[in-house]
Nanobody, 120 residues
């Protein structure tokens, strides 16, 4: 079985920074893509950033404030968030497109989510 676990959420003041981390564990052969998403209460989940082969893509609302990285040896993906605004308050989820060991199938896995609250 494959599991994604996020960490690093919390309460931060406007203008502050947080780093979210996601680690994938289990019988993993390859992680093709990573993604960070968020969901604000009453709204649909939206893409924040994604790393695909050869590219890192950010949502327009990021406006250069966030940076997403991955570590292929540790099977982790981080989201460094700077200049946080109140409207960034949401539950943040990581996802990964993974091929499990002994399988040819590419499946998407999700973490449980971590709350980020930006408030003074």
């Amino acid at each position: 079985q494959v599991q994604l676990v996020e960490s690093g959420g919390g309460l931060v003041q406007p203008g502050g920074s947080l780093t979210l981390s996601c680690v994938a564990s289990g019988k993993i052969y390859n992680i093709r893509n990573w993604g960070w998403y968020r969901r604000v209460p009453g709204k649909q989940r939206e893409l924040v950033a994604t790393i695909v082969p050869g590219d890192t893509i950010y949502a327009d609302f990021v406006q250069g404030r966030f940076s997403m990285t991955r570590d292929n040896f540790k099977n982790t993906a981080d989201l460094q968030m700077n200049s946080l605004k109140a409207e960034d308050t949401a539950v943040y989820y990581c996802s990964a497109d993974i091929i499990r060991s002994g399988s040819l199938d590419l499946n998407t896995y999700w973490g449980q989510g971590t709350q980020v609250t930006v408030s003074s």
